[in-house]
């Protein structure tokens, strides 16, 4: 018997339930499937480009990783319905696991998908370990999912999460595996991880896509900010505690590395599960326990952010206020590629858009500063920039992004009041003072015109949303 563990968005070997249950089975084979979409549009939304280069590395660091444990990681593409049954067959497994995902197109893949694995005579098992709760454990008193965020967290922290679980032991590699993988190889199913493509191909976005970049550009400027991999990963968790102490003093200030843990990609990749880094907070004494419950509470907006995705079918493209589907938005796209390349002439948002562009990350408060003037001050569908983060940041995640988008544009569940417009200057004042981050991303040179003029655009994006409030 051959257990295979199919590992999506989870690329750790730590904390990983599918992985230690597989070891109980016996001999272990791993797989990883860049997956294509299939006609009914189910399965996961297409890797951008920045998420495309951290899934890359960090899949050379667990292959790695799972062959010092005995266990091989094989690498395939296209349709997992197609692909992952044939490499279950072709290896003579009789059981396969992986971690679940909650996306509504992803689960009803993963449902058919293990409908034909049992068709086939093997056993499926789907194991919880990217969330602390399950989406459909916490419910409101009328049984319905949450749409604001503090009855939910407040229902969602009393679930115990367990202890995170150590890595597995190695295995005996089992030599007559190695034939059946090569039959697979010569088949043209299992390939190369550089054969998956992930560092080259177009990009998912509008105008300059993330994707185009050539892998030169990649090593001088993205690359240097980030070591991929659950091994780094495994690093950074021993260092949370000093990243989080001071976290509500500094959390809202762009200009301090350390104000925030930039563990999002890790937790995007699955490179570190959230039980282990709550474990981790929850374990250190010295922590200021207003630091740890400010911290902790932004981890359960991952969580909800799921919670409202498992619930809301297309999050990415669709408002959850189903009103917002009438609202004039005026696509332009000089207007999007002026601010994709952070030239609207207003600091805070260009400096934004050059951290992203740079770094493949940006600080929360100017993510919300940049989708706040992109959708209101300039009127752009929020989907646009929606889009424009999932192809260049390295944590684009399906749940985090889009609902926080939707949030700012008002059209989300838990979404502020439409017309608390963000001013970026008054916001630069209060959140980067001394232009620290301004400077850091725009260096000295002389301030440009704004592309608008803020007050007057302000009042554009009200009139809007009257325009919408009598169409609907
Ligand atoms: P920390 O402050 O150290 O927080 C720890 C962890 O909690 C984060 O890594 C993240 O997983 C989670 N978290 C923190 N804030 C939020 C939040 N507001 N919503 C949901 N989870 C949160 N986050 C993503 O992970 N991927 C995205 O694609 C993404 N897109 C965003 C788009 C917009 C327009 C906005 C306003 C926010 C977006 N966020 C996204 C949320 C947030 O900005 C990032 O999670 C945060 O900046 C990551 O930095 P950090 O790891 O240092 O966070």
Redesign the pocket.
Known sequence: PVTLVWFRDDLRITDHPALTAARGDGPVVAVWIREERDDDGLGPRPLGGAARWWAHRSLEVLHGELEALGIPLLFAAGRAADVLPQIARGLGADTVRWSRRYAPASRELDARIKAALHRDGMTVHSHPGSLLVEPWQVSTGANEHYKVFTPFWKAAREFPTGEALLAPQLQTPRHDLYPRIDGLCDAGVVKDLDALGLLDGTGTGQGESAAARTPRWWADTVARHWTPGCAAALDELGNLSH??DG?TDT?DLPADRH??????????HGELS?RQ?LQAVAQDPHLPDDDREA?VR??Y??E??WHLTYHHPGVESRPMRPEFEVFPYEPDDDALRAWQRGRTGVPLVDAGMRQLWQTG????RV??V??SFLTKNLLQPWWH??QW??DT?V???E???A???Q??AGCGADAAPYFRVFNPQTQRERFDPQDAYVREWLGSQPEEEPMVDLKESRRQALDAYDVMKHRS
């Open positions: 990243a989080v976290y959390r104000g925030t843990t930039r563990l999002s990609p890790r937790l995007r959230p880094l911290w932004q981890l907006w991952r909800f952010a990350w940006m600080h929360n993510r919300m940049t989708a920039g929606e983060f999932w940041l944590d684009a995640d749940a985090n992004n609902v926080s988008w949030w700012v």
